[in-house]
């Protein structure tokens, strides 16, 4: 049995995890717990141009019949043409090295080492020598005699890929049972005499569109940012002097706007106002970029917080419109918004509708050592990057929601799912290779707790059967298997039953309830449209059909760190009630707070303060200015100060530390790490990158710097300083060549850099930082309304920018970038 696997798992493995290239190897060694079975690549290249069978191979192939040996045949002999350089931009992006770090799991060339360096290497030189080549060239291009593949991984790798499609063929069966009873509790209904709802509307549609500029953390096609300007398509029915509902549109990843023109016009034909934006950071635009290589992300973990903060930031822009302009006032009724998200754009509307970032999920799942098969989850674990907090980008105001082949699993997980309660419609095609459709739709179809929700599952769909492109933006390179045959048919039901969702659920029609049963799906079917429609399904109607051992845990085993229910707003209530914000923040720790020389108390923590109160005044639309009462905190106090709720925040250099169960953080609002101070005279003997042993270096005591200089350079003399003053007399000591280098954050060591006569001798090292701190705010652990107040504060304050110099906003903007994008080894 295990000889018959040798040559039908390597194809199968190299087919499904894309094969790539680098110089002469003679033999492939499949490892097998100790074994070691060798292969020759002459035999298989003989095999490939004759079809002649050599010694060697014979023995792995006796069992194989003549059909599957003529598949080998015609895959070892299929060329692929690729660009070299577009291969080298893609493959040094951080989403192209995590799919060639899980290809390197199986295949190498040392036993129990990844393969990542060597099949990038391979790729490219085959792709350089070559402009069409085939997979026995990238074998001869890898560096050694011998390629070590994962035999144990490549079976499981394939068991896996069969038994999902066993299971997935069960679940539809589900699906289908499901539907059935559905359709006998709904009774006859009279379909024959609905409207056909894919057909245009009565309105006529005009479109315009807007420039929008928002003031945050962006990795756009110009790089990482702190503002930039997005486009906005809007669709309005025109022959109509009524309020119309709102539905705001999310693309996909690497696409754009102009993608999803056909379905804006089909909804705005039946009134509605509907609004596309470009998510610059995600686009189409943004992919040419990459594919240049002016990038260094091929999607930046920040994407999973923009993007739904885009939609949010309409909304906002909006209702600011209604106020000061009539035209906007009477146009659209803020009261009713929809939303409707494809593939990535669906993981964005599941984040406004109330679904947290699950990172502590997200980390779980991507950290397992098995191959990732699911491909989605590649994409998602990006996000396993975020500083570790608590991400709920919830928008209220939003009533109903569409996500359609939305990537789920990871990102979300069944915790943060089942936190949404409104109006929800899930689809899925079960074809689909990009979001397999069990794991990222089904599943989390039966997470969901909203009293009201869809499934539309799409038989023989493909992960692009609900979207119809404008011709123009088609992406023609696509094979049909991953588009499907039937695109079409599907789109055009996809968006009549847009149209009868938001109807019910934003206008509260109820006569557009009958489009949304499994017995309308039913009397749609044709030919080319197998589709299903239900409002329920459990893990007990899957096992009916597969058994009581399913492969996969539907509901996976809980990894939270938030609270999963809505606590007592207690400081909003006491705030409004008092009248009282009450903070604190530091008195020796340039320059977040600190006592100058005046004796006055300043900083960037009393500028935050202040731009808050203002903030809570309009927000909670006070009568009266806020009184601000500071605490004095330092790092014994800050946490109790917080945690028996003395103070509704404490502003400092805090850490942001997923581990800490005392308190809560919020968003960051500045990331740094630590950098050596040194004179220009040590230039060439010091080395970070080396161990340091035995130099002499000034750090604060008790301090995080403290913590990481004893771990990360254990062979220093450290010469501890403390509080305020003990920044000056560590600059002193290095004057005087007491110390050889002061290790700080950044902007402290440039405070200190400038204190100097003679600055011009010193300089701060390396270029990059030795680590990457993000700070937050503290605040009391539990109350969401809070934390979420406290995130909007600091998403549309623009603080840093405010505050802080071009010279430090820039080198915060770099930070970000660096520490967001670092390559994950």
């Excluded at 539905?247 to 993608?259: K, P, Q, T, V, Y």
């Excluded at 996976?556 to 606590?567: A, G, I, Y």
């Excluded at 200190?752 to 993000?774: A, G, K, R």
Aim: aromatic residues 10%; hydrophobic residues 35%; proline residues 5%.
């Amino acid at each position: 049995m295990l000889k018959k696997f040798l040559i039908t798992s390597f194809c199968l493995g190299l087919n499904i995890l894309f094969p790539l290239p680098i110089k002469a190897a003679e033999k492939i060694n499949f490892v097998y717990s100790s074994l070691i079975f060798p292969l020759s690549i002459d035999s298989l290249e003989k095999f490939a141009t004759t079809g002649e069978m050599t010694q060697d191979l014979k023995q792995y192939t006796s069992s194989l019949d003549k059909n599957t040996l003529a598949e080998i045949r015609i895959y070892l002999n299929k060329s692929y043409n690729f660009e070299t350089v577009t291969l080298s931009k893609l493959t040094r992006t951080s989403l192209g090295e995590d799919l060639l770090k899980q290809l390197g799991k199986v295949i190498s060339t040392h036993k129990d080492r990844n393969g990542f360096y060597a099949i990038r290497g391979a790729i490219l030189t085959t792709a350089n020598q070559k402009s069409f080549w085939t997979i026995l060239d990238v074998l001869r291009s890898f560096p050694t005699d011998y390629i070590y593949v994962n035999l144990e991984l490549l079976v499981q790798l394939k068991d896996d890929i069969f038994i999902y499609q066993s299971y997935r063929e069960a679940v539809a069966k589900a699906i289908i049972n499901q539907s059935n009873i559905e359709k006998e509790k709904e009774g006859i209904l009279n379909l024959e005499s609905l409207n056909n709802l894919s057909k245009k509307g009565k309105y006529n549609v005009t479109k315009e569109t807007i420039t929008l500029t928002r003031e945050d953390l962006r990795q756009t096609k110009q790089g990482f940012v702190g503002e930039y300007n997005f486009e906005v398509d809007f669709y309005f029915p025109s022959n109509t002097e009524e309020k119309k509902p709102l539905i705001l549109i999310s693309h996909g990843f690497g696409s754009l706007r102009e993608n999803f023109a056909n379905l804006a016009e089909h909804l705005a034909s039946y009134g509605f106002i509907v609004a596309i934006p470009q998510h610059v950071g995600s686009d189409l635009q943004y992919r040419e970029e990459l594919l240049k290589g002016t990038l260094s992300s091929a999607l930046s973990p920040i994407e999973y917080i923009a993007r739904p903060q885009d939609l949010s930031f309409i909304i906002d822009k909006l209702t600011l419109l209604a106020s000061q302009d009539e035209k906007w006032r009477n146009r659209v009724d803020l009261d009713k918004i929809g939303a409707i998200g494809d593939s990535l754009g669906g993981t964005t509307v599941l984040s406004l509708a109330g679904a947290p970032l699950n990172i502590p999920q997200l980390k779980v799942e991507c950290s397992q050592d098995q191959v990732i098969v699911n491909t989605s989850l590649i994409l998602q674990c990006q996000g396993s990057h975020l500083p570790p907090l608590e991400y709920n980008l919830h928008d209220s105001r939003i009533k109903a929601v569409i996500a359609t082949h939305p990537l789920t699993s990871g990102i979300f997980g069944s915790q943060s799912l089942s936190q949404i309660k409104i109006p929800i419609m899930i689809t899925g095609g079960s074809n689909d290779v990009i979001t397999p459709v069990v794991i990222e739709q089904i599943h989390p179809f039966i997470w969901l707790k909203s009293p009201f929700k869809h499934l539309l599952f799409y038989q023989s769909g493909t992960h692009f059967s609900s979207t119809k492109p404008a011709k123009e933006f088609t992406a023609d390179y696509l094979p049909e298997i991953l588009i499907g045959n039937n695109r079409d048919v599907t789109s055009n039901y996809f968006q009549g039953i847009a149209v009868a969702f938001m109807e019910k659920y934003l206008n509260n029609n109820q006569e557009f309830l009958p489009y949304l049963t499994a017995s309308f799906a039913e009397f749609s079917k044709g030919k080319n449209l197998q589709i299903n429609q239900i409002t329920n399904l459990t893990p007990e109607n899957i096992k009916q059909i597969y058994g009581d051992n399913l492969p996969l845990e539907i509901v996976p085993p809980l990894v939270v760190s938030f609270p999963l229910e809505d606590d007592y707003n207690s400081i909003i209530e006491e705030i409004k009630n008092t009248g009282i914000l009450k903070v604190a923040y530091p008195q020796n720790n340039y320059p977040f707070g600190y006592v100058n020389n005046q004796g006055k108390w300043g900083g960037f923590c009393q500028f935050l303060t202040k731009e808050l109160a203002s903030y809570l005044e309009t927000q909670l639309d006070l009568p009266f200015p806020l009184d601000i009462k500071v605490f004095p905190s330092n790092i014994n106090n800050r946490f109790n100060l917080v945690k028996e709720n003395q103070v509704h925040l404490e502003c400092g250099s805090n850490i942001i530390r997923e581990e800490n169960n005392q308190v809560s953080f919020s968003l960051p609002f500045f990331v740094t790490g630590n950098y050596f101070l040194i004179p220009k005279t040590l230039t060439n003997k010091f080395n970070p990158n080396q161990s340091l042993e035995n130099f002499k270096i000034g750090v604060l005591k008790n301090t995080n710097t403290d913590n990481f200089l004893q771990n990360k350079y254990p062979k220093t003399k450290p010469i501890y300083f403390e509080g305020i003053e003990g920044k000056k007399q560590e600059i002193e000591a290095l004057k005087n060549n007491s110390i050889d280098a002061i290790m700080d954050t950044q902007i402290s060591l440039e405070n200190q850099l400038s204190s100097l006569n003679n600055s011009q001798d010193y300089q701060i090292v390396p270029t990059l930082p030795l680590n990457c701190d993000y700070y937050g705010l503290l605040l009391p652990k539990g109350d969401k309304q809070w934390i979420e107040t406290i995130n909007n504060f600091l998403t549309k304050a623009s603080l840093t920018q405010k505050y802080f110099s071009s010279e430090i906003q820039s080198n915060l903007i770099n930070n970000f970038n660096y520490c967001l994008n670092l390559n994950k080894e």
